[in-house]
């Protein structure tokens, strides 16, 4: 974050003569140069006499101090919470630190001065805000989790007229995320299978190509299980064709159900390296074209027709009379069966005493059942799982507010990953959790009643249980990541920083710093307080602003994480792009802290 290189920026007005502005390089912070005094001179001289001139007002010189390994050791763990830090671990900081800064071997230096100190904090790779292995248990059933979902995969643009290809599916899983979609039509002449969104002017890529893609491509984010979720308008004769296909690919990497209705979902420990198919059984098909005449005054959305998922769809009548017997290598391969609900929502989320299932709900609907079925959609959900995907009018792949379904537990937020804007930051800041291994274990108030056995309810006045300090040092590392003139072509930016709850609604909130003007290293040495009711379920949002008096406010980089997730202490927050690229140099110094 800090610059080694010092000089000035010039600025051209009107052609006719130049502004000068100085690159201020940044200098540590009173909280950092305190911290390094206090675990450096609590073993080494005199600490009393160091107490004496902190309080004093003075600050003493740092140029010959060094922090040691155990010293380094000891601010980790009792500064940053890293209670598991050993003295390899801060050996190894050090000799990495040294060799960035100074190219010094082992043991030609054995500690770090306060510069080094300062630059150790400001590496988002050393010093990062999140744990970057997977910490939470991974032993219990599918439905306990969060799953990182996406929708029309195959997708590469808006809803109606992209292109369809595998490179979506390859970055989604690069990514992280662990539910693929696929969307399967017979091709003009009926023989061979294609992946498109249907009734559309997309253009098709062959089942094929996405298989052999995510078989290749499944675990190199995460060991964890990829499911397919296949939304089939195939007849039984393609549908053995599928079967045929996704067998010989996936080999034995495809997990196959010992029965065919599971009591219980299999943990993704169990399933490590699996690939897992979900999609109505055949048989289905003939049930939902028998009752498509059933009125939809009851069903889930009014809207349906206009909201919903191919997946959702009845198929045409052709299709529907070659497929009355269904395909058994078709269904053999079905891990979790799926399907929306017929006639009434309230007795749909009931689910089966012995079986379990995955039900497709829209985001409307979803947010109609959380309206008048919260309690029933929260219980469902503690055995059963649930997919929301967008309103069937998102033509340009935008996305919608996900914190709804995960409140009430909902495990598939299927969202359109080549999208853009806050909710699809929230999705990705959502899933930075848990080593980003795409499981996200839900919170056992989500799984349980309380004690006065009542389920959970995010719409309930609750008391605040914890509360969240943020502080906002500085940030740095723009004028790498942009052109000099990106964000004003007369002077250096103007940046500030929004900071945003978001999670139930008692809990959602928003702050912001001052504006630092014509600066591009911005110092604002602001905290700010969140009281907290269900910490739990909160993300925070970090957007970095330059203000602009005459157009809107241009963007300078975002961060999201799960408030949950925080590691406590002086933390480097790495910035992203609108699309959830992490930007080379961009970032923050921050300081959070939870009491």
């Known amino acids: 974050m800090t610059s080694e290189d010092t000089g000035s920026y010039n600025y051209k007005m009107f052609n006719f003569f130049n502004r000068k502005f100085k690159i201020t390089e940044l200098e540590p912070p009173l909280d950092v140069r305190e911290a390094f005094m206090t675990f450096t001179e609590q073993i080494s001289h005199d600490h009393d006499n160091a107490l004496k001139r902190k309080k004093s007002g003075g600050l003493i010189s740092h140029s010959h101090v060094l922090m040691t390994v155990d010293q380094l050791r000891r601010f980790l763990v009792f500064h940053q919470d890293q209670v598991d830090c050993t003295p390899s671990d801060a050996e190894k900081i050090i000799e990495q630190i040294l060799n960035r800064r100074h190219h010094l071997k082992k043991y030609t230096r054995h500690g770090l001065d306060l510069d080094d100190f300062f630059h150790f904090l400001c590496y988002d790779d050393l010093n990062g805000p999140l744990l970057n292995q997977v910490h939470h248990d991974m032993t219990a059933p ?5 799953i990182y979902t996406g929708h029309n995969s195959y997708l590469t643009g808006n809803q109606l007229s992209s292109d369809c290809s595998e490179v979506p599916i390859i970055r989604a899983l690069q990514r992280g995320v662990r539910v693929i979609e696929l969307d399967l039509w017979p091709n003009s002449s009926k023989d061979e299978v294609h992946v498109l969104h249907g009734r559309t002017l997309t253009t098709p890529v062959s ?7 995510i078989k290749e491509y499944a675990f190199v984010s995460s060991p964890y299980p ?18 045929e296909m996704v067998t010989q690919t996936f080999g034995d990497l495809l997990y196959y159900p010992e029965s065919d209705c599971l009591a219980e979902f299999p943990s993704p420990e169990t399933l490590k390296h699996r690939i897992i198919i979900s999609t109505k059984p055949p048989k289905e098909y003939l049930e939902v074209a028998s009752s498509s005449n ?12 206009s909201d919903s998922d191919p997946e959702d769809e009845e198929c045409n009548d052709s299709d529907q009379k070659s497929s009355q017997q269904g395909s058994p290598e078709y269904k053999r391969m079905i891990t979790i069966h799926a399907g929306k609900p017929k006639g009434a929502l309230k007795d749909a989320l009931k689910g089966g005493a012995n079986k379990v299932r995955r039900l497709s709900l829209s985001e409307q609907a979803l947010e109609k059942a959380a309206t008048s079925h919260g309690n029933d959609v929260v219980r469902f959900t503690q055995r059963n799982i649930i997919r929301v995907y967008p309103k069937g009018t998102r033509f340009n792949s935008s996305n919608y507010n996900p914190q709804i379904g995960w409140m009430h537990g909902a495990q598939m937020i ?7 804007g806050k909710s699809l930051w929230l999705m990705h800041g959502m899933f930075k959790a848990n080593g980003g291994c795409g499981y996200v274990k839900k919170p056992d108030f989500l799984m349980c ?4 056995n009542e389920l959970f309810d995010p719409k ?3 008391v605040v249980t914890k509360t969240l300090k943020v502080k906002v040092y500085m940030g740095d590392g723009w004028r790498l990541d942009f052109s000099h003139t990106h964000f004003d072509a007369y002077s250096p930016p103007d940046f500030y920083t929004k900071i945003h709850i978001v999670g139930v609604p008692a809990d959602c909130a928003k702050k912001k710093t001052k504006i630092i003007e014509d600066n591009w290293t911005p110092v604002w040495d602001e905290e700010f307080t969140f009281p907290l009711t269900t910490p739990d379920l909160a993300l925070l949002l970090i957007e970095v602003r330059e203000y602009d008096m005459s157009e809107k406010d241009d963007f300078g980089g975002q961060a999201c994480f799960p408030v949950s ?3 406590p202490g002086i933390r480097s927050v790495p910035l992203y792009d609108k699309k959830g690229e992490k930007l080379k140099s961009s970032r923050l110094l921050m300081r959070f802290q939870m009491v």
């Open 142 to 146: 599918l439905s306990n989790y969060f």
């Open 207 to 213: 089942l094929i190509k996405c298989l052999k893609s």
């Open 226 to 243: 990829v499911i397919i979720t296949l939304e089939d308008h195939l007849t039984s004769d393609l549908q053995s064709k599928v079967a």
């Open 294 to 305: 059933i009125a939809e005054t009851n069903s889930v959305d009014a809207d349906e027709k």
């Open 414 to 420: 299927a969202f359109n990953m080549q999208g853009y």
């Open 449 to 452: 009643k309380d004690p006065d």
């Open 460 to 462: 309930k006045a609750s």
């Open 565 to 567: 997730e925080i590691q």
